[in-house]
């Protein structure tokens, strides 16, 4: 190859390979929906499960650990290799998150607990609820699914070593 066409490809190579790195990745958007009160919730909890949420490319699954203390519902999203993606904390109706991964987490928090809350406070068996489907399985999974927000999550208990 002659020189000049070896620095233009190299050129076109490393345009290619800066454009692929300037791209965000997929992420779900924020997508409102309502809260129950930790103040209506009726007792102390612990919650294990696990949720996976699929759309706008994005394919991801964490662990979830959720306690209800008193009038304080803490929320953590594990990684697959167990490090804490996410914490959520809610008194009342306030809301504080923290995201261990910063902008790389590629689903909201925030949609997360949302639809925890749908899963288990909100919805009946089939219900149609803030534009979104919800069913639940006789074995407990949960699936959540919403044209509007464009992705479906589904809840489903943790089963040991999970």
């Known amino acids: 190859m ?8 190299l050129v076109l190579a490393l345009a290619a390979s800066a454009a692929c790195q300037l791209r965000p990745p997929p992420r779900i958007p924020d997508c409102a929906g309502s809260l ?23 394919d991801e699954a964490y662990g ?22 996410f914490t959520l904390v809610q008194v009342g109706l306030e809301v504080q998150s923290e995201s261990r991964l910063g902008r790389a987490l590629p689903v909201p928090p925030e949609n997360v607990l949302r639809d925890f809350h749908r899963a ?3 919805a009946t068996d089939v ?24 992705y479906e999550a589904t809840l489903a208990p943790a089963r040991a070593g999970d």
Do not use: M, Y
């Open 127 to 150: 219900a149609e609820l803030e534009n979104r489907r919800v069913r639940r399985d006789p074995d407990g999974v949960v699936h959540i699914s919403s044209d509007a927000c464009g």
């Open 36 to 58: 129950v009160s930790t103040a209506d919730l009726a007792s102390d909890f612990l919650i294990h499960e696990r949720i996976r949420v699929r759309g706008h490319r994005v």
């Open 120 to 122: 288990h406070f909100l």
């Open 2 to 9: 002659r020189p000049d066409r070896l620095s233009l490809a």
């Open 64 to 85: 979830l650990v959720a306690q209800k203390s008193g009038d304080r519902l803490v929320l953590i999203g594990l990684t697959p290799f167990g490090a804490t993606a």
